[in-house]
C-alpha cells in the first residue's frame, strides 16, 4: 500500500512530522515547478504523473485541493483532506485570503490559523518563511477558480472548528475537531491520524496491507 500526503500551499514535509506516528509509512512528494498559466487541474495532472500510482492520497488545505484533483490519475482508492475544501467557493473573497496568505508568509499574524498553541509558532513560522512562494503566489490564484473535482472514490475530510481560514460550517467535513484551527495534524494529531487510519480501513487499506 503506498500513501501519499501533499502538504499545505509551497511548504515541505515538516508540516507532517506529527504523522510519523501512524503505523503505515507515507511520501510526501516534492513540490512540480509551477507557471503563471497552471489551473488547479492542469497543475494536479502534472503533478500526478510526477507521483504515479498509489492507493490512498491526501493532504492539508491547498493540499487537499490537490489531492481530490490528483485522485483518478493516480488510482487512489480514498482522498483523505485536512483543513480543506471541496471548491474554491467555499475559501474566503479574493482581497480576504490574498491578505491572509501574504501576512502568514510574512509570519506577521499566525492568529490566522485559528488556535495555535505557543509551542507551535516558531515551528509554522519557520514552514511558512521557507515556503516556495511561487506554489504561493500562483496557488492562491488556482484554487480561487476552482470548481472542485470529482474523484472516483470516496473524499473523507477532517477540520477544526477554529479554522479562521476555511471554516468548517462552510466545508461541512466528516469529522469536525473540537477547539482545532487551520493547523490541526500539529496541534490535534492523535485525532488527525485516527481519521487517516479509519479512512484508510473504511476501503481495505491497512497497516497490514504495507508492502
Not at 3 to 22: A, C, H, K, T
Not at 71 to 79: D, I, Y
Not at 112 to 138: C, M, N, T
Not at 187 to 197: G, L, R, S
Request: charged residues 20%; glycine residues 10%; proline residues 7%.
Amino acid at each position: 500500500m503506498r500513501l501519499v500526503l501533499i502538504p499545505g500551499m509551497g511548504v515541505d514535509q515538516r508540516l507532517f512530522d506529527s504523522q510519523r506516528e501512524l503505523p503505515v509509512p507515507f511520501e510526501v512528494p516534492p513540490w512540480p515547478k509551477v507557471n503563471s498559466s497552471d489551473s488547479l487541474e492542469n497543475y494536479a495532472a502534472r503533478f500526478a504523473a510526477e507521483v504515479g500510482p498509489c492507493d490512498a492520497i491526501g493532504g492539508v488545505s491547498f493540499g487537499g485541493m490537490l489531492a481530490q484533483a490528483m485522485a483518478g490519475p493516480v488510482g487512489a482508492k480514498v482522498v483523505i483532506g485536512i483543513a480543506t475544501a471541496r471548491t474554491g467557493r467555499q475559501i474566503p473573497g479574493t482581497i480576504r485570503f490574498a491578505k491572509a496568505i501574504a501576512e502568514l508568509a510574512s509570519g506577521k499574524n499566525l492568529d490566522l490559523f485559528g488556535i495555535l498553541p505557543e509551542r507551535f509558532r516558531k515551528g509554522a513560522q519557520e514552514l511558512i518563511q521557507a515556503a516556495h512562494l511561487d506554489v504561493v503566489r500562483e496557488g492562491s490564484r488556482m484554487l480561487l477558480a476552482w470548481k472542485g473535482s470529482q474523484p472516483p472514490c470516496p473524499v473523507r475530510l477532517i477540520h477544526g472548528d477554529r479554522d479562521l481560514l476555511i471554516r468548517h460550517s462552510v466545508v461541512k467535513p466528516d469529522r469536525v475537531v473540537k477547539g482545532g484551527g487551520h493547523l490541526i495534524n500539529l496541534t490535534h494529531p492523535k485525532a488527525v491520524n485516527q481519521f487517516i487510519m479509519e479512512s484508510l480501513e473504511e476501503v481495505g487499506l491497512s497497516a497490514g496491507s504495507i508492502r
